[in-house]
């Protein structure tokens, strides 16, 4: 069992206005990204401002001004399971298929991270599953001043899941990260 965290919390500044509001396709990116979870024991938003309407709690950070790690600290302290699948508001193509897919892979995995890469080389830490053990780090790297995601994996440990078996079971679409809205198709 897991939990799912969307998280809603950034300014959306290149895009332009509230992108986790915007409409795509007959429904905000939020519910994109908030359905695809639907495999998970419990679902909320983490976001600083509310989100009303998704029928799912809104969790603001508990530790603000640390980014996308803030989300993730709120996200790891207030999920009720073990693991929690964490995903940013602008991913709209993610599905269950892909969660059960990385949930699959958290069950074997040794590590309390399980993380994909993307075709280009970089991981993508905010399509991920986290296990609570990684809270302390977190914490910690916020109160030190370092707000880095990929630095948790470093520390503590994690499954990479290469691009190119991500692409095979999901396509390419699945990593679409909307920054701005001209990248949506």
């Known amino acids: 069992m897991y939990s799912g965290a969307v998280l809603a919390g950034g300014a959306s500044r290149r895009f332009g206005e509230d992108k986790a509001l915007f409409p795509y396709r007959g429904k905000p990116l939020l519910l994109w990204?908030?359905?695809?979870?639907?495999?998970a024991k419990e679902r909320?938003?983490?976001?600083?401002?509310?989100?009303?309407?998704?029928?799912?709690?809104?969790y603001p950070?508990?530790?603000?001004?640390?980014?996308?790690?803030?989300?993730?600290?709120?996200?790891?302290?207030?999920a009720q399971h073990p693991w929690v699948a964490v995903a940013a508001t602008d991913l709209p193509f993610l599905t269950r298929g892909f969660w059960d897919f990385l949930w699959e892979k958290a069950r074997a995995s040794p590590h309390p991270v399980v993380v994909p890469w993307n075709?280009?080389?970089?991981?993508?830490p905010l399509m991920a599953l986290y296990h609570k053990d990684c809270l302390p780090q977190v914490e910690r790297q916020i109160r030190e001043g370092d707000f880095l995601l990929r630095r948790v994996m470093e520390t503590l440990g994690a499954t990479y899941v290469p691009a190119e078996e991500v692409v095979a079971r999901f396509g390419r679409g699945v990593f679409l990260n909307a920054n701005r809205k001209e990248e949506l198709p």
């Open 33 to 39: 990204v908030l359905e695809s979870l639907e495999g």
């Open 44 to 58: 909320f938003i983490v976001a600083n401002r509310p989100y009303l309407g998704f029928g799912v709690p809104v």
């Open 61 to 78: 950070d508990l530790l603000p001004g640390a980014d996308s790690l803030s989300g993730l600290h709120s996200a790891l302290a207030h």
């Open 119 to 124: 075709p280009e080389g970089h991981l993508e």
